[in-house]
């Protein structure tokens, strides 16, 4: 094979691999709304390394079983018992190496007297991280959209396309 077919097929390699880990991340910021609303509890755990946090406003989740416990919890029962959703919006994701970001925005919403309304509205910072079992959330920031200026600073991390 010659120099520049082997240079052309080592950078198309590259750009699958990237691409490949920008759709596992986004894949798994997609899949928290389904599995919270679901109430599997270890599997949304799971969606974190076993040190990562969730910082949610003035609460923050830390590791596992503070992660579980919150789906278990009898609130978080009681919205699925009545009908919610938690819509995360498509993800902007940046790679770098084995870390990225996903900024996007997330709606709850909630079924209250026989109608939907959305509860929640949110802008959230993932971080992550690829390791053996592959990508996993080191960090989770969500910040609600009510005027307060650390939500719209969230939004902002958004890298714009390349």
Not at 13 to 40: F, I, K, M
Not at 73 to 85: E, K, L, M, N, Y
Not at 114 to 123: D, E, I, L, P, Y
Request: proline letters at 5%.
């Amino acid at each position: 094979m010659s120099s520049d077919a082997e240079r052309r097929l080592s950078a198309l390699e590259r750009r699958v691999a990237e691409l490949e880990d920008e759709r596992a991340v986004a894949r798994l910021v997609a899949s928290y709304g389904p599995l919270v609303d679901s109430g599997s509890a270890e599997a949304v755990a799971a969606l974190w390394e076993p040190g990562g946090s969730y910082d949610v406003d003035e609460l923050v989740l830390a590791g596992h079983e503070d992660i579980a416990a919150m789906v278990r919890s009898t609130a978080h029962q009681r919205w699925i018992d009545g009908g919610c959703a938690h819509l995360v919006g498509p993800p902007q994701v940046t790679v770098s190496g084995a870390e990225a970001t996903a900024i996007c925005h997330s709606l709850m919403v909630v079924r209250t007297g026989g109608r939907f309304r959305v509860h929640r509205a949110t802008a959230n910072r993932w971080r992550l991280r690829k390791g053996p079992d592959g990508w996993r959330v080191t960090t989770r920031t969500n910040r609600v959209l009510d005027g307060r200026v650390e939500a719209p600073a969230l939004l902002a991390e958004a890298q714009p396309p390349a």
